[in-house]
Each structure stands twice: as structure tokens, then as C-alpha cells.
């Protein structure tokens, strides 16, 4: 099993900026895609970012220019460095990691969600 915690939520003004952070823990052998999602009161998930163990980065339109992934995999890491803040961006993050079990067998995580709350 594969424990992810987030930190670093909360509430900022439109404009500012958030750094969120997550740490996998546990068993780990391999660890692919790490990545953030959120969701909006009343809306589905939707990504934000992901990242390869190579270090490519993936955004959505929505954030890119704003918003910067990278991951540190020594520490199991992944960070989303968030600025110019929208209230748009008003959600909870969620981070996901792609796991593979024994090298091979590929499981989803996910955190449990942290708070970032945009006020105008």
C-alpha cells in the first residue's frame, strides 16, 4: 500500500500564490505519473497537472502559465506551485501517483484532498 499526504491548503487572495505539496509513503517500488487533480463544489474532477518520473510536465489550459508542477524522486514527492490565483481556482487538490507493484502491476492513488480557497 501507497499513503499519500497533502499539505500546504488553504485560503489566499486572488492574485497570490500557494505552494501544495504531497509525499508518498509505504511500500513503494516503482512510481510513475504523479500528479494533481481538483474539484470544484457541484463539478467533476478535472487535472491540473501531472508530471512524468522523466520530468515532462502536462497542464491544463485552464492553469498553464500559473501553475508549476515538479516532483523530487528521492523524496517521493510531487509539489504544484500555484500563482496568480484565481477564485476560479477555488477547490480541493487531490494528488494522485501511479503506482507499479513489483515494477509492473499499476495501481492508482490518491491523497485526501486539501483545501485551497481563492477569495476575491
Known amino acids: 500500500q501507497v499513503q499519500l499526504v497533502e499539505s500546504g491548503g488553504g485560503l489566499v487572495q486572488a492574485g497570490g500564490s500557494r505552494g501544495l505539496s504531497c509525499v508518498a509513503s509505504?511500500?513503494?517500488?516503482?512510481?510513475?505519473?504523479m500528479g494533481w487533480y481538483r474539484q470544484a463544489p457541484g463539478k467533476q474532477r478535472e487535472l491540473v497537472a501531472t508530471i512524468t518520473s522523466g520530468g515532462t510536465a502536462n497542464y491544463a489550459d485552464s492553469v498553464k502559465g500559473r501553475f508549476t508542477i515538479s516532483r523530487d524522486n528521492a523524496k517521493k514527492s510531487v509539489y504544484l506551485q500555484m500563482n496568480s490565483l484565481k477564485p476560479e481556482d477555488t477547490a480541493v487538490y487531490y494528488c494522485?501517483?501511479?503506482?507499479?507493484?513489483?515494477?509492473?502491476?499499476?495501481?492508482?492513488?490518491w491523497g485526501q484532498g486539501t483545501q485551497v480557497t481563492v477569495s476575491s
Open positions: 494522485n501517483v501511479i503506482h507499479y507493484r513489483l515494477g509492473i502491476f499499476r495501481e492508482d492513488y
Open positions: 509505504g511500500t513503494i517500488f516503482s512510481l510513475g505519473s
